[in-house]
């Protein structure tokens, strides 16, 4: 079946008479392709329930549809309204639980399960607002109370998952949702939990697979999309990444978010991309970590370096030739012999001295910072908390204490490749909150 056009959108939301299971069907598609149009058809009707000529259908039109679109706070005000249905007091427990207001979530549930609601999905969901308000026991006795109508039903399997994983034990969550995926491939939560603890793993290929199967159908959740985007955007994909950003905007105006990744990705998308220049870099870093011992070189001057810690070409290249000389028994000689290697390479003493010694003062250790703040300095970089995209750039330098964070400046985070200026604002800010800052700040 093709999706609606704008002009059907607007036909079965404003002009249609009825709002069941296959009107709702042809909404949940129309705003997959074109949430625009919905909007747009939305803010019609809304005006007429505001005015006071709407009917019940027309308020639970307006209510779930802005549930689609994830305006959650909008929609309880027009499913409160619809005192007679239970489709749309279930959906007011959806937005309330995306709102996190999960005390009345649970009411909400109960209440739909009371007017006639499909009751095994009523529990299933009442018991995730009790799990996700943290009273973990509770939810796990209510599941178990109703297992032997509820355990053949994707929701029982996922309820479970979200439980072992909110104690700590993933490997048992990751089984319940698999096993959720199973009894039904389109379950959005429980592809989105396991796409999440993928890519906590490093397995960005199939997480990737997994939010794309999450936004199969909506409602959509605009985590997923995030998340996706800045897995396509690690990849490389970046239109696919501006795509998944663009809707996120489509969806939430607002999503600040949203709106700094895309540009972002706009940015990089402008980028040249210098093959031959990284390969050279490449290159040139293996010729800099090649060993001295490679080198036919005298036992005397092979005897001095090893006394002054020198292993590497690159070693050779952040000394001046002064200091080379200053070295007991390291005379003229070695000193041709060491220009003969390098020249050899296409280097040369001391090429990376002011380098080395512009750095190295700026360079802060734990003893200079303040007592309160030097546990700080050794704790791990996810004590900042930071997002997927900053967290992954971080993992590229090999950074794992906030110490370690410190030591590098704007300029060195900016040039890992998709480290934005919203990531960097974003460390600065969490840097911040503890007092400290990175390098040259």
């Given amino acids: 079946m093709m999706v609606p056009d704008p002009v059907d959108v607007s036909q079965l939301l404003v002009d249609g008479s009825s709002f069941g299971h296959n009107e709702i069907g042809e909404l949940e598609k129309a705003i997959a392709s074109n949430p625009h149009a919905v909007r747009q058809a939305c803010q019609e009707l809304r005006r007429r329930v505001d005015a006071g000529s709407g009917s019940e259908r027309d308020v639970v039109a307006t209510g779930y549809t802005l549930h689609l679109l994830s305006n959650h706070q909008d929609a309880t005000h027009y499913l409160s309204q619809a005192t007679g249905s239970d489709f749309a007091e279930f959906t007011r427990g959806e937005c309330l639980c995306a709102l996190a207001r999960y ?116 409602p959509f959740y605009l985590g997923a999309l995030i998340n996706l985007g800045l897995l396509y955007e690690d990849a490389e994909r970046y239109e696919a990444a501006a795509f998944c950003f663009k809707r996120v905007v489509e969806f939430d105006p607002t999503h600040e978010r949203a709106r700094l990744y895309l540009k972002d990705i706009e940015a990089s998308g402008e980028m040249f991309y210098d093959e031959d220049a990284v390969r050279r870099g490449r290159e040139e870093e293996q010729t800099l970590n090649t060993p001295i011992a490679d080198f036919e070189l005298s036992a005397r001057s092979r005897n001095c370096l090893d006394r002054m ?92 204490t906030i110490g370690e964070i410190m030591n590098r400046s704007p300029d060195d985070l900016l040039g890992v490749r998709n480290f934005g200026v919203t990531s960097l604002n974003e460390i600065r800010a969490k840097l911040a909150e503890m007092g400290l800052a990175l390098r040259n700040d």
């Fill in 103 to 218: 005390d009345e979530a649970v009411e909400a549930y109960r209440e739909a399960g009371k007017r006639g609601y499909d009751a095994v999905q009523a529990v299933l969901s009442e018991a995730g607002a009790i799990r996700m308000a943290g009273r973990l026991d509770e939810a796990e006795a209510l599941l178990k109370a109703n297992a032997r109508t509820a355990v053949t039903r994707a929701d029982y399997s996922y309820q479970m998952g979200g439980i072992l994983a909110d104690r700590g034990d993933t490997f048992g969550a990751i089984e319940y949702f698999e096993r959720s995926v199973d009894m039904d491939p389109h379950h959005s939560r429980a592809l989105f939990r396991l796409a999440a603890l993928n890519a906590s793993f490093g397995n960005d290929d199939t997480a990737r697979g997994l939010y794309e199967r999450s936004l199969s159908r909506p």
């Fill in 309 to 400: 810690e020198i292993h590497t070409l690159g070693d050779l290249t952040r000394l001046s030739e002064p200091e080379l000389l200053g070295s007991k028994n390291f005379g003229e000689t070695s000193l041709k012999e060491v220009r003969d290697i390098l020249d050899s390479r296409g280097l040369s003493i001391g090429m990376h001295v002011t380098d080395a010694k512009r750095q190295a003062p700026q360079q802060v250790t734990r003893e200079d910072l303040p007592d309160e703040q030097k546990a700080v300095f050794d704790a791990p970089v996810a004590d900042l908390n930071l997002s997927v995209r900053a967290r992954k750039c971080v993992s590229r330098l090999n950074i794992s």
